[in-house]
């Protein structure tokens, strides 16, 4: 069984520029997740989807981070603009449903350099 | 607040030998569930270990046992015939019941020695 699969692993940009980060789930799992690990902590949840609707977003800087989930399977998020404390590992992960028994799994990450 | 402490920023520990990272957790709910994951320098998180919290006896998974004191709010790991390949950061988590929102703690960093 194929992993949760992310791009890139690695990016660099200058703030106030764009990035985006794309993941793919597990087939079949219909939760997703984007968490985001600054060094030296454990990750944040940013946003949670159940197939393609959003579940919990409440983390997500909004006025410049969005993500989506248009057909219930692979996710994109988004910066525009990047800041310098948004560098740090971007982890997606998913499971089969969103009850606490389904366990997440969790891709190799992008980790993410804002100069 | 919702929160995780693993207090242990970083522990060493010899091949064979046995160590025990510690973790405490706050909540009001009755109903959650505890892990341990596993977080090597690839930065892919694996599970190590999960214990439901209305389930008394603790949590065992080959080389990793759990000490669950529910009135404590403590989920300490335990590591037995300690392995190079065990070295990594290891975080606590823990979930509500509904929702699958997993909570982190900072992580403890394991370093084996040979």
């Known amino acids: 069984e194929a992993g949760v699969a992310q791009s890139p692993r690695y990016k660099i940009i200058e703030k106030r520029q764009s990035v985006a980060f794309w993941c793919n789930p597990i087939?079949?799992?219909?939760?997703l997740y984007w968490y985001q690990q600054i060094l030296g902590q454990g990750p944040k949840l940013l946003i949670q989807?159940?197939?393609?609707?959003?579940?919990?977003d409440s983390q997500l800087p909004k006025d410049r981070f969005s993500a989506e989930r248009l057909k219930g399977v692979d996710s994109t998020l988004k910066i525009q603009p990047a800041k310098l404390e948004d560098s740090a590992v971007y982890l997606c992960?998913?499971?089969?449903?969103?009850?606490?028994?389904?366990?997440?799994?969790f891709g190799p990450g992008t980790r993410l350099t804002v100069l | 607040a919702q929160t995780v402490t693993q207090s242990q920023p970083e522990m060493s520990v010899q091949e064979a030998e046995t160590v025990t990272l510690s973790c405490t957790y706050d909540?009001?709910?009755?109903?959650?569930?505890l892990f341990w994951y596993k977080q090597p320098p690839s930065r892919q998180m694996i599970l190590v270990i999960r214990?439901?919290?209305?389930?008394?006896q603790n949590a065992t998974e080959n080389r990793f046992s759990v000490n669950f004191q529910k009135a404590a709010k403590s989920f300490s790991l335990k590591i037995s015939d300690s392995q190079l390949g065990d070295a990594a950061m290891y975080f606590c988590?823990?979930?509500?019941?509904?929702?699958?929102?997993?909570?982190f703690g900072a992580g403890t960093i394991l370093r084996v020695k040979s």
């Open positions: 992960a998913s499971s089969f449903r969103d009850r606490s028994t389904d366990t997440q799994y």
């Open positions: 087939s079949g799992h219909a939760t």
């Open positions: 989807f159940q197939n393609n609707g959003v579940v919990d």
């Open positions: 909540t009001s709910e009755s109903d959650y569930y």
């Open positions: 214990q439901e919290a209305y389930k008394q």
């Open positions: 988590a823990y979930n509500l019941e509904y929702g699958n929102k997993l909570v």
